[in-house]
């Protein structure tokens, strides 16, 4: 079965600094990755995700995401933060297949400093 | 597109009430989701239904049931609530692309067991 770790519960960068969050996981197979960001009190926005092809992947909001396969990792990066990014964000890994498949990482709270 | 809508956003129960939980998707999408969000577990998937007409447990069903209505609408049933029940739920319906799902959430309901 897979898995995933994000090793870092909470963040704290400054606005305009940038961003990397950490994503590994475990599975055997190609993996199908995903990166959700979910705002206080809202639910979970698909920020950006990755199939197959170019490992560099784009999403919206201007984060980006770099899956290296070598390192078991999919990290999520943005060059300049925002204090609207301010958020809890979750990496996951799907199996193919159905969405049952989907699991989670337990989050990174991003805070935000003026 | 409204995308998916959760009723209540937020309920209180005693130990021992019923209720349950709505969820629709107006995406046309064939599979839809429960899952449950407590702090440090990231979110964990409580039912599923691949296709209008099945459903099937996730890693934590017990306490709980579900309902698939019809393509649109995925119900969640707390026949006896428990304070362990306590959690902010969270619905999603997904939408194959590729050989996996690309999972959309709803904005969920934070449930308090007293």
């Known amino acids: 079965a897979q898995s995933v770790t994000q090793p870092d519960i909470h963040i704290t960068v400054s606005e305009g600094a940038s961003l990397e969050l950490r994503c590994n996981y475990s599975?055997?197979?190609?993996?199908?990755l995903f990166w959700y960001v979910q705002s206080p009190g809202q639910g979970l926005q698909l920020l950006l995700k990755?199939?197959?092809?170019?490992?560099l992947v784009q999403g919206i909001k201007g984060f980006e995401a770099e899956f290296k396969r070598s390192q078991s990792s999919f990290n999520l990066r943005k060059p300049s933060v925002h204090w609207s990014d301010a958020a809890e964000y979750f990496c996951?890994?799907?199996?193919?297949?159905?969405?049952?498949?989907?699991?989670f990482g337990p989050g990174t709270r991003l805070s935000v400093l003026p | 597109n409204a995308g998916v809508t959760q009723t209540p956003k937020f309920q209180v129960l005693k130990t021992g009430q019923s209720m349950t939980l709505q969820c629709a998707q107006d995406?046309?999408?064939?599979?839809m989701y429960w899952y449950r969000q407590d702090p440090g577990m990231g979110l964990r998937l409580i039912y599923y239904?691949?296709?209008?007409?099945?459903?099937d447990k996730g890693e934590v069903p017990n306490g709980y049931n579900v309902s698939r209505l019809n393509k649109r609408e995925f119900s969640l049933r707390l026949e006896s609530a428990a304070p362990s029940q306590t959690s902010v739920y969270f619905c999603?319906?997904?939408?194959?692309?590729?050989?996996?799902?690309?999972?959309?959430f709803g904005p969920g309901t934070r449930l308090t067991v007293l």
């Open positions: 999603a319906s997904s939408v194959r692309e590729g050989s996996t799902d690309t999972q959309y």
């Open positions: 599975y055997g197979a190609t993996p199908y």
């Open positions: 990755y199939f197959s092809g170019d490992t």
């Open positions: 996951a890994v799907g199996a193919g297949n159905y969405g049952q498949n989907f699991v």
């Open positions: 995406m046309n999408h064939n599979s």
């Open positions: 239904s691949a296709s209008e007409g099945t459903t």
